[in-house]
């Protein structure tokens, strides 16, 4: 397999290899399934593709028949898993920063999805975003992906930390007492969106390792990282706002322009010579997330409505019609595919 920069970071599929070899399995078959040998998986910038990683969760879980097994992956997980990244999380002057500064060079990890902070009143609210089928492979990683922050906030937090609630969009495996154990809290599956949320006061805390001068090093490191790979194209950037904007309503473009350092005017020229219009942007974003939620969700119409930003459900159903021509419950029961349980 190439050295690319996409998909997923080797250091992920070292991290899941070693945690199935401590539950029994052989890390060498594992290694062999994405064409990799150790060595080469253990290499700086070596990337996989998302779909084979996937899929070799998907084999683990198959084999070890363990619905936990995406948090016992994730004990101990560390800052230092990040590189550059990490000890620029590690060196923050506080929870706060250090997340932010995670989230900033998440791409150095993998392109193919993304964590977003913000603030809900007095929480902090982590929402994970990843556009693929929620298959048993994506689903697992999903919790992992959870698991690890969950893991991390306890770095800084103290080990009896716990998130005030977890949500997953995909339906609950055959087993979830190891669930609520690990997180303190039972999670909520089949719910509009992946999220984990704190008290927002959590995250005043100092960072042990707080230092100004290795803060700034390896910042500008990661930046300089971040340069190399290319930034987001623009269309990309709007998007990610926009999805994220979502549930308050559709945004209006100056307000996504704002969230860039742009002009409403800037915007929609930059659009324009890209061939794509705001309004048109935002109404396929609405039409693709609608049919993602009903088909590979267990989210209700009330929720679909909600996280798309209609005002009642009747606005969304009318919407949803005219864009497939049938009510959303109709297209549910033609398009929906049965999921694997763990």
């Known amino acids: 397999m190439e050295k690319r920069h996409g998909g997923i970071h080797a250091q992920f599929v070292v991290a899941l290899v070693e945690a199935a070899r401590r539950a029994g399995y052989s890390a060498h078959s594992l290694y062999s399934q994405i064409g990799l040998n150790e060595e080469a998986a253990r290499e700086a910038d070596h990337h996989v593709d998302l779909d084979a990683y996937l899929e070799l969760w998907a084999t683990v879980m198959r084999a070890l028949r363990q619905p936990s097994f995406p948090l016992s992956y994730a004990q101990g997980f560390r800052f230092e898993v990040f590189g550059v990244a990490g000890y620029a999380a590690l060196t923050a002057s506080d929870g706060w920063e250090a997340a932010r500064r995670l989230l900033r060079f998440q791409r150095l990890s993998t392109d193919v999805g993304r964590m977003e902070l913000e603030e809900r009143g007095n929480l902090a609210v ?72 704190y008290p927002r006061a959590l995250f005043r805390r100092p960072m042990p390792m707080a230092h100004g001068d290795f803060l700034a090093f390896f910042t500008h490191e990661a930046e300089d990282r971040l340069q190399k790979l290319g930034e987001l194209t623009l269309v990309t950037r709007v998007e990610h706002a926009v999805l994220a904007a979502l549930p308050s309503g559709p945004p209006a473009m100056r307000a996504i322009a704002a969230q860039l350092d742009m002009s409403d005017r800037q915007l929609r020229r930059e659009l324009q010579s890209a061939g794509v219009s705001f309004r048109g942007l935002v109404e396929g974003l609405r039409r693709g997330r609608a049919a993602q939620l009903l088909c590979e969700t267990q989210s209700s119409v009330d929720q679909a409505a909600f996280v798309l930003g209609f005002s009642d459900v009747s606005a969304f159903s009318r919407a949803f019609k005219r864009w497939y021509a049938m009510p959303p419950t109709a297209y549910r029961a033609h398009h929906s595919r049965p999921l694997d349980r763990a």
């Open 126 to 197: 982590f929402r994970w975003f990843r556009d693929r089928p929620l298959t048993l492979g994506h689903r697992v990683a999903n919790e992992a992906v959870m698991a690890e922050g969950a893991e991390l906030v306890r770095r800084f937090g103290g080990g009896g930390v716990c998130p005030v609630e977890v949500t997953f969009r995909h339906p609950a495996p055959s087993e979830v007492a190891g669930h609520a154990r690990f997180f303190g809290v039972a999670p909520t599956f089949s719910a509009p969106e992946d999220t984990m949320s």
